[in-house]
């Protein structure tokens, strides 16, 4: 599967910016997803995840509250809607898919991995 993240932006603090990920094929369905991100000169961290069906998330601590996944099979697209941002949010986010249809709270659990996009928060 291919997947193509977009959204990204500059946004001040206390914003909102919605980020998408597009996937190819036909079995967007049966993929469990998940949002990473990663700041300059930091290691990739976990965001958030969900099931295939979208019945089932989780997030980062850091994120809890403010961030909200989502998943729209129809149209092989997942999202990452992001309010209260703060300049600690600022990094590239990338989406990956697993093969398997529950989360992943790892970079080890996915198998593909889109090519991200960044998100800049000023304060």
């Known amino acids: 599967v291919q997947l193509q993240a977009f959204g990204g932006g500059l946004v001040q603090a206390g914003g909102s910016l919605r980020l998408s990920c597009a996937a190819s094929?036909?079995?967007?369905?049966?993929?469990?997803m998940g949002w990473f991100r990663q700041a300059s000169g930091k290691e990739r961290e976990f965001v958030a995840t969900i099931n295939w069906s979208g019945g089932s998330t989780h997030y980062a601590d850091s994120v809890k509250g403010r961030f909200t996944i989502s998943r729209d099979n129809a149209k092989n697209t997942v999202y990452l809607q992001m309010n209260s941002l703060k300049p600690e949010d600022t990094a590239v986010y990338l989406c990956?898919?697993?093969?398997?249809?529950?989360?992943?709270?790892?970079?080890?659990?996915?198998?593909?991995w889109g090519q991200g996009t960044l998100v800049t928060v000023s304060s």
């Open positions: 094929g036909r079995t967007f369905s049966s993929y469990g």
């Open positions: 990956a898919a697993r093969g398997d249809y529950g989360l992943g709270y790892t970079t080890q659990k996915y198998d593909y």
